[in-house]
């Protein structure tokens, strides 16, 4: 996978416009449309169970986000996976805070079995718990257990839902069961800013809307992502997480081909 080809990727984005049909949570809907306007793909929010599926049919990609639960958002997500499903759209799942309740876990397994999910991005923990393995969780983030073997846990969690997965932390996991790469870039005023980890999770679903590949669209969203929040983050230096904020939308608009080849940090690890 040459650097090369990420940008490509990029650049389809920006010129197809796919359409991301996000079920997500309250907290982070705004910026998450911002964001994938900023990156150039078209974002619509439809939540009630009576147009999700018709929505979900036209999509480039659907993404499932648990951050503030409710049943019927619940069973809108249920509906809308399986008729993504039905018309070959890719569906990314972000299982938030899994392991934090009894509730919010049955939920993201209850998703997992139902739907037919693409790839599922979330931290260690979340993985883990989902994947019915116990991992020390607080509210949303992951928790000291977070240093143990992420990629053995990538590529078990890949090979028991036959999915890309997207592990994020200081290093980032993408395996697909058979082949595993490491993204070493972003910065750590990240997780300062609340629905960072949800939009690029909604990121990776315009990536999949115009790539097949989902292993490549997975790492190439990731590079160009963080690319971007470093950038911010240099350009923002002591201004405060608001400034970064903002200027991290710009950055989605902005980052180039030469910043992809200069910046980017990924590798194969088998």
Not at 57 to 65: D, E, G, P, Q
Not at 256 to 270: A, M
């Amino acid at each position: 996978m040459e650097k090369i080809n990420l940008y490509e990727t990029l650049e389809k984005v920006r010129e197809v416009n796919p359409l991301v049909h996000n079920i997500t949570n309250v907290v982070v809907t705004n910026f998450t449309a911002n964001g994938l306007l900023a990156l150039g793909a078209s974002p619509v929010m439809a939540y009630a169970a009576e147009e999700v599926a018709e929505m979900a049919k036209i999509a480039s990609a659907l993404v499932l986000n648990i951050g503030t639960l409710n049943p019927q958002t619940v069973d809108s997500m249920i509906i809308a996976g399986k008729e993504a499903n039905e018309s070959n759209v890719p569906v990314i799942f972000d299982p938030v805070g899994a392991g934090a309740t009894t509730y919010r876990t049955e939920t993201a397994q209850r998703i997992m079995r139902e739907v037919n999910v693409s790839a599922i991005r979330g931290n260690a923990a979340e993985i883990a718990n989902v994947l019915g393995e116990k991992w020390e969780i607080k509210g949303v983030d992951a928790g000291s257990s977070a240093n143990e073997d992420i990629v053995s846990l990538a590529i078990k969690a890949a090979e028991t839902w036959n999915c890309v997965v997207i592990i994020t932390g200081k290093v980032d996991v993408v395996s697909d069961g058979e082949t595993s790469y490491l993204v070493n870039n972003g910065h750590p005023i990240m997780t300062k800013v609340t629905g960072m980890g949800c939009l690029l999770t909604s990121v990776i679903g315009a990536f999949a809307g115009v790539e097949k590949d989902l292993l490549k669209a997975s790492v190439g969203a990731l590079t160009y992502y963080e690319v971007a929040a470093e950038k911010a983050a240099a350009k923002t230096a002591e201004k405060g997480t608001g400034s970064f904020q903002i200027e991290f939308l710009n950055q989605l608009s902005l980052v180039s081909n030469e910043d992809i080849n200069l910046y980017s940090s990924f590798k194969k690890v088998n």
